[in-house]
């Protein structure tokens, strides 16, 4: 496997851990974005869904969005309030 199938994994499994927090329309949304070649604008728009959903999701869902989109979004792209979404782990 090389870096970009790796980086593809991680970006396809964050997805599958974010998943039951979403409509299957936001799902299907961010999956299309990934599908294309614009994995990192997939997690910019899974991150936007959260915010602007109100959604709560756990605390590796959001910080695994930060690892991912490193390098890749602006970190002013991303909503500034991103964090306050985190559920603790259990």
Do not use: C, K
């Not at 090389?2 to 927090?21: C, I, K, M, P, S």
């Not at 961010?30 to 959260?50: K, T």
């Not at 964090?83 to 782990?89: I, Q, R, V, W, Y």
């Amino acid at each position: 496997m090389n870096a970009t199938e790796d980086y593809l994994g991680r970006v396809h499994a964050l997805l599958w851990a974010a998943a039951d927090f979403l409509s299957a329309g936001e799902r299907s949304e961010v999956q299309h974005l990934i599908d294309s070649g614009e994995p990192a604008e997939g997690l910019r728009s899974l991150a936007w869904i959260i915010v602007d959903g109100g959604l709560r999701v756990p605390a590796s869902v959001i910080a695994s969005i930060r690892e991912l989109s490193e390098g890749f979004v602006a970190a002013t792209d991303l909503p500034p309030n991103l964090d306050d979404h985190g559920l603790p782990e259990q």
